[in-house]
């Protein structure tokens, strides 16, 4: 994922925190709110509850690649900003699982 596609502003991720739709699954929480614009952008956070530095960079990691192969994969039309909270699971389980998660919220993020 190109850093472009990530959102990085405080208010951005605010106004997505707020006003966002949550989503829960198993290896991660995610708000979505839809843009005007056509490009998706990506916020994920790790808590420190979740384990050492290795172990939170790992997890984000992972969860960017998730979305970055479930969004070549969903051709939903219109953009939308993610925020990723991520749990222990995205670090430890099973990645195809996680491309599945991150592409079931795509896909129903305007339902």
Do not use: W, Y
């Amino acid at each position: 994922m190109v850093r472009a596609a990530r959102l990085r502003r405080s208010g951005d991720i605010e106004k997505v925190r707020s006003a966002g739709r949550s989503f829960r699954r198993a290896s991660f929480n995610a708000r979505v709110l839809g843009t005007q614009t056509f490009e998706a952008r990506l916020a994920v956070s790790a808590p420190r509850s979740l384990g050492t530095a290795v172990l939170r960079n790992r997890a984000r990691r992972r969860v960017r690649e998730a979305f970055r192969q479930a969004a070549t994969l969903e051709t939903a039309p219109g953009g939308a900003d993610v925020l990723v909270t991520v749990r222990r699971e995205a670090a430890e389980g099973d990645f195809a699982a996680l491309v599945a998660d991150a592409a079931s919220v795509l896909r129903e993020r305007g339902a």
